[in-house]
């Protein structure tokens, strides 16, 4: 089964800063099972990004997917106050244990 | 636009069996490009997906969990559903359906959430 770990734990940025997620599996994954997910406080996960890179319907293009292999990052270019979540990578049924964005 | 909605109990006490159902609005339970699934999320912690059952009938459920999970379709009602048997505290969970994508196995549509408290 393939682990997937994520970096940091927690990201502290101000707005407009670039926040770069990372997302290191243990073994080779294609590139059109990766998905990200924004989760914030009470609500369900909401798809981001799949296919490593690809962006969900509606999802803005400040977010973005990139790697192949084992090495994935979920990019957010302009941080804004409603990004603060926590954010998940996942494969297959794998999921990362998150990233917590906090906004200063 | 797909909705999901998860209904269940709220408390169930130890030993018993958990039973929770999905309503899916807006596409077809019976359509070959999803899997319908489970996920869930203990208290502060991550996300755990539980399985997931095709229009077909066929199921999928993560290893530590398959002795006590039956998943099942109700077509006539658009709707899938889980149960869980011998539950302990360690079930105490955000149960959450969602819809899977047959071909890159992302999740694009969750149903919010239900909470569901193993004590007795």
């Known amino acids: 089964e393939t682990v997937l770990t994520q970096s940091p734990g927690t990201l502290s940025l101000s707005p407009g800063e670039r926040a770069t997620l990372s997302c290191r599996a243990s073994?080779?994954?294609?590139?059109?099972?990766l998905a990200w997910y924004q989760q914030k406080p009470g609500q369900a996960p909401r798809l981001l990004i799949y296919?490593?890179?690809s962006r969900a319907t509606g999802i803005p293009d400040r977010f973005s997917g990139s790697g192949s292999g084992t090495d994935f990052t979920l990019t957010i270019s302009r941080l804004e106050p409603e990004d603060c979540a926590v954010y998940y990578c996942?494969?297959?049924?794998?999921f990362g244990q998150g990233t917590k964005v906090e906004i200063k | 636009q797909v909705q999901l909605q998860e209904s269940g109990p709220g408390l169930v006490k130890p030993s018993q069996t958990l039973s929770l159902t999905c309503t899916v609005s807006?596409?077809?339970?019976?359509?070959?490009?999803?899997?319908w699934t489970w996920i869930r999320q203990h208290p502060e912690r991550g996300l755990e997906w539980i399985g997931n059952?095709?229009?077909?009938?066929?199921?999928s459920s993560k290893q530590s969990l398959r002795s006590r999970l039956t998943m099942s379709l109700d077509t006539s009602k658009n709707q899938f559903s889980l149960t869980l048997s011998s539950v302990t505290a360690a079930d105490t969970a955000v149960y959450f359906c969602?819809?899977?994508?047959?071909?890159?196995?992302?999740?694009?549509?969750w149903g919010q959430g239900t909470l569901i408290t193993v004590s007795s």
């Open positions: 296919g490593a890179s």
């Open positions: 059952i095709s229009y077909s009938g066929t199921t």
């Open positions: 807006g596409d077809s339970i019976t359509s070959g490009d999803y899997y």
């Open positions: 996942q494969q297959g049924g794998t």
């Open positions: 073994q080779s994954v294609s590139n059109i099972y």
């Open positions: 969602a819809r899977g994508d047959r071909e890159t196995t992302s999740f694009d549509s």
